[in-house]
T-cell receptor
Framework: DQQVKQNSPSLSVQEGRISILNCDYTNSMFDYFLWYKKYPAEGPTFLISISSIKDKNEDGRFTVFLNKSAKHLSLHIVPSQPGDSAVYFC?????????????FGKGTKLSVKP | EAQVTQNPRYLITVTGKKLTVTCSQNMNHEYMSWYRQDPGLGLRQIYYSMNVEVTDKGDVPEGYKVSRKEKRNFPLILESPSPNQTSLYFCASSLSWVNKNIQYFGAGTRLSVL
């Protein structure tokens, strides 16, 4: 059973507009959440993270929101740029767990049109 | 330049022929990990290592072996590859078990088993 779900395989946005990527999780023990970005023929790169003690974390054009009661997080990119076109993976971990490995979602492919 | 290097980048082999995918990092990282990425399944962890001579199974370890004889290297071994191991493989490293969530990924190895 998938513990981290990204239900939108793809998203297309116009340059300059907001991109909103969504992620849901089922494991209530998850307490740390991350977004990774992946370009074709490259490995994923860390983008932004949030601890469960916060509900928002911002880094430049990227903001992650966490709604613990809904077990939902989202990544907002404002304004979107063509260079943001990539696959975005949501990931979660149970920091306090004995194993605590990262669990990834399936990814959402973002296309930003000029 | 800080990096995680995987070799080879592309590999076509036949069922049953043992192969090794090498992974090396130059950041003196303690934690290393192997993932596979399959269409519709996202990234799934195969094995991880918290430090030299310390390895443990991830979510999909069947059919794989690893070793961690020195800090910088973490090879992935397929003793008898099968077609269901056709996949895109990523090696990753992070500073330590405590920092395991923020991982640096290699560029990937695309493996086809015929």
């Amino acid at each position: 059973d998938q513990q981290v779900k990204q239900n939108s395989p793809s998203l297309s946005v116009q340059e300059g507009r907001i991109s909103i990527l969504n992620c849901d999780y089922t494991n209530s023990m998850f307490d740390y959440f991350l977004w990774y970005k992946k370009y074709p023929a490259e490995g994923p790169t860390f983008l932004i993270s949030i601890s469960s003690i916060k509900d928002k974390n911002e880094d430049g054009r990227f903001t992650v929101f966490l709604n613990k009661s809904a077990k939902h997080l989202s990544l907002h990119i404002v304004p979107s740029q063509p260079g943001d076109s990539a696959v975005y993976f949501c990931a979660a971990s149970d920091e306090g767990g004995s194993q605590g490995n990262l669990i990834f979602g399936k990814g959402t492919k973002l296309s930003v049109k000029p | 330049e800080a990096q995680v290097t995987q070799n080879p980048r592309y590999l076509i082999t036949v069922t049953g022929k043992k192969l090794t995918v090498t992974c090396s990092q130059n950041m003196n990282h303690e934690y290393m990990s192997w993932y596979r990425q399959d269409p519709g399944l996202g990234l799934r962890q195969i094995y991880y290592s918290m430090n030299v001579e310390v390895t443990d199974k991830g979510d999909v370890p069947e059919g794989y072996k690893v070793s961690r004889k020195e800090k910088r290297n973490f090879p992935l071994i397929l003793e008898s590859p099968s077609p269901n191991q056709t996949s895109l493989y990523f090696c990753a490293s992070s500073l330590s078990w405590v920092n395991k969530n923020i991982q640096y990924f290699g560029a990937g190895t695309r493996l086809s088993v015929l």
